[in-house]
């Protein structure tokens, strides 16, 4: 019988295996609140809709069709974007660091505001509902709502 030896946990891998692995990143919610932005329409609930952008989830802001938070793996942001800039590196909000839009205590942000981008401070982030919340008798089948139970 031949077992194939893997090493220990407390052993590190080379730096060339850690180098090919993906960074984990929090589960993603279902939807979150934001607010502390000086344009109007970045602030409010945003939650996942259609397919991912860039691998991640897209978020779509609640009553306004035409204002996303997506993910911008070219500089490791998340933005802040209308329908027709989606899934690029162009908006007018992006986070800094690397780190989710959604997590407690807030994340630093830059905004574009009178022709210069500023940082935004503090950015409040609320309401994190990692699954969907459903009408009594719904079922989800995949999408918001579908399907009564």
């Known amino acids: ?61 609640e009553g306004d069709a035409d204002q996303w938070c997506c993910y911008d793996p070219s500089a490791d942001r998340w933005l802040m974007q209308p329908t027709v800039n989606k899934g690029s590196t162009i908006g007018r909000a992006h986070t800094l660091g690397g780190r989710e839009p959604w997590v407690a205590g807030g994340v630093a942000w830059k905004e574009y505001v009178n022709d210069k981008w500023v940082e935004r401070s503090p950015v409040v982030v609320s309401g994190v509902q990692m699954t969907e919340v459903l009408e009594p008798g719904m079922r989800s089948w995949g999408g918001r709502g579908q399907g009564q139970g």
């Open 1 to 61: 019988m031949h077992f194939t030896q893997y090493p220990s946990p407390l052993t590190p891998y080379p730096s060339s295996h850690a180098d090919s692995v993906a960074p984990c990143t929090p589960q993603a919610p279902h939807s979150f609140g934001i607010s502390g932005f000086h344009h109007g329409d970045h602030n409010g609930t945003f939650v996942q809709s259609g397919p991912r952008v860039n691998g991640r989830p897209a978020y779509a802001k």
